[in-house]
């Protein structure tokens, strides 16, 4: 009796052990949500558009890189619609903890003017602005069109017919194209696309006449000769592709937008706590400053910024600015700087 009470004794001690090690063991991640460090667990990061586009192709190695400095995995997620707005009410209606992040670009500085969403980039933090760049007119291999000027006497000769591959309303190619209408007078058939990826598809298979395109994202391809870029969005030539002419040479009153480019970021939800922000910025900041990412942003042409604080925020709202005050001028909206708050 006396062997079989011990044994009962000692087996219920080793029970409780194993329940006490299960409980603090079984989750480290909960011992250090516990005692407030950050990150305790994987961070999710949600990009604003499709698989293989040029937002997504800046995000992905960045968060390869960033999680390596944070200890935990970015699990990447792409969730595309309404001009990039689908995934920034998602990330805005997730909890200020930093465990989501929005992976974005210019857009949600233009949502409430165009009445997509009442969000902007002033309901969340900047985490850390990347860069921006040039973008450029282009057309497939097998187009008809060897200038911008040919296009546009197209579009005027037959308002409508001449197709505009976009991805929706207040994405890159309808920003441009209020742009070009209201330098030329003429109009476009715009076809909306998930991303940049399938807006250039379209194009390189003549499902559309022309798109706008990123150099990031077509600078491959006008290598490779399958796609021609007949005008370029800047105010100097761009590296790699010096023979493109620039749009002031054909049309001088588009200086007055110039120099004007999409934009790159990170960003959690507004109130997320600073130094929540401070360790995600320094992530990713590290991140930024590898060489290995350093190249690829010279490949793509993107002109690296590397904002964060009080920088990355001014460049935001001067970039809102701007873009409203050219969008308003060219009559794409209607509404006033006032009336969206824009100072």
């Known amino acids: 009796m006396k062997l079989k009470k011990l044994m009962s004794i000692m087996l219920t001690m080793c029970l409780s052990v194993g329940v006490l090690a299960g409980c603090g063991g079984g989750t480290e991640e909960a011992a250090d949500a516990a005692t407030g460090e950050y990150p305790a667990q994987n961070i999710s990061g949600i990009i604003q558009w499709g698989a293989g586009g040029g937002t997504d192709s800046l995000m992905r190695p960045l968060g390869t890189l960033a999680e390596k400095e944070l200890g935990v995995s970015i699990v990447m997620e792409n969730k595309t619609g309404g001009t990039g707005s689908i995934a920034t009410q998602y990330v805005y209606d997730q909890a200020a903890d930093g465990y989501t992040l929005l992976l974005g670009a ?15 980039y002033a309901d969340f933090v900047p985490v850390f602005v990347i860069g921006d760049e040039t973008v450029g007119v282009a057309v497939g291999k097998n187009s008809p069109y060897t200038s911008l000027t040919e ?6 000769a037959a308002p409508g017919t001449v197709k505009l591959s976009t991805t929706g ?3 890159l190619p309808w920003e441009v194209a209020s742009f070009l209408t209201a330098v030329t007078g003429a109009t476009f058939s715009q076809i909306p696309y998930d991303s940049d990826a399938t807006a250039k598809a379209a194009v390189l298979s003549g499902e559309c006449d022309f798109t706008i395109c990123k150099v990031q994202s077509g600078i491959e391809d006008y290598k490779a000769g399958e796609l021609n870029f007949l005008s370029m969005l800047s105010t100097e030539p761009v590296t790699q592709m010096e023979d493109v002419p620039l749009i002031t040479a054909e049309y001088p009153d588009f200086e007055q937008y110039l120099p004007w480019g999409p934009f790159y970021g990170v960003f959690v939800k507004a109130d997320t706590d600073p130094a929540v922000v401070e360790t995600l910025a320094n992530a990713f900041a590290a991140a930024f400053a590898d060489a290995s990412y350093q190249e690829l942003l010279a490949g793509f042409n993107i002109n690296a910024l590397g904002l964060t604080g009080d920088e990355a925020k001014a460049y935001l709202d001067t970039w809102q600015k701007n873009t409203i005050t050219a969008l308003v001028e060219s009559g794409a909206i209607t509404k006033s700087l006032e009336e969206l708050g824009v100072e």
């Open 169 to 171: 309303t207040g994405g």
């Open 151 to 156: 296009i546009i006497d197209a579009a005027l």
């Open 106 to 120: 210019e857009n949600p500085q233009l949502y409430e003017a165009l009445d997509i969403i009442d969000l902007t």
